[in-house]
């Protein structure tokens, strides 16, 4: 049986080994409870850095309204240009495209109809003037040119009935489509103002001479600034 000094040592260690348990567990948690905490410091932080950052951009979007005024008499030109004034640049190259080809036939058809006329001088037998028989002055397309005549013509009148027909359908279109004045809406955001850049401590101090009136006459200042 060990002695009762011994017994008494042995009784007090384990009595205090769980208070230094207790302890340490008490230090874990509050540790636990700081770590915690800082934590959720750090999340609020965030968010309400997040929160500012939103605020500032939000406080620089300007909302920006633009009217754009139509012209009516635009409607009434060709190659699309009702259709260009109305943003509808695709459906514009189609009627742009079509009449141009359509007007470039229609003109070489009648240059080249009217480059078959030969022109050819005629006598009147009937009729005498001063200096002998009247004649006259006829311009006509030859027997032989007949068939190239009938084509260019055809291809000539054809052209221009199909350039008209588009003209009509290109006018019509923008006058339905027309609006007097169109209405658009944006967001844009300002630019940030500059941060105000501090004076230098490295360029030292600077000095500034005040004159100004006094009801004497004129006084003088100084100032020295670090």
Do not use: C
Request: net charge positive; proline share 5%.
């Amino acid at each position: 049986m060990p002695p009762p000094a011994v017994a008494y040592f042995d009784k007090l260690k384990q009595r205090l080994d769980s208070e230094l348990d207790f302890v340490r567990q008490e230090r874990r948690l509050r540790q636990e409870r700081l770590r915690v905490e800082a934590e959720r410091r750090e999340r609020e932080r965030l968010a309400a850095e997040e929160q500012r950052r939103r605020t500032e951009a939000l406080a620089r979007q300007v909302t920006v309204r633009t009217v754009e005024k139509r012209n009516f008499l635009v409607n009434f030109v060709p190659f699309g240009a009702g259709q260009f004034q109305q943003g509808r640049n695709s459906l514009g190259i189609v009627f742009a495209a079509s009449e141009g080809a359509l007007a470039v036939t229609s003109v070489i058809a009648y240059f080249a109809y009217e480059a078959l006329f030969e022109t050819d001088t005629v006598e009147v037998d009937d009729v005498l003037t001063e200096t002998g028989k009247a004649t006259i002055t006829v311009r006509y397309i030859p027997t032989s040119r007949a068939r190239q005549a009938d084509t260019w013509r055809l291809l000539k009148i054809g052209s221009a009935a199909g350039f008209y027909t588009i003209y009509a359908l290109g006018v019509a279109d923008s006058l339905y489509h027309h609006d007097d004045q169109v209405v658009t809406t944006s967001i844009e955001e300002r630019p940030a103002p500059a941060p105000s850049t501090p004076r230098s401590k490295e360029s030292g101090p600077s000095a500034r001479l005040r004159i100004f009136p006094t009801s004497g006459g004129l006084g003088a200042g100084f100032s020295l600034t670090f």
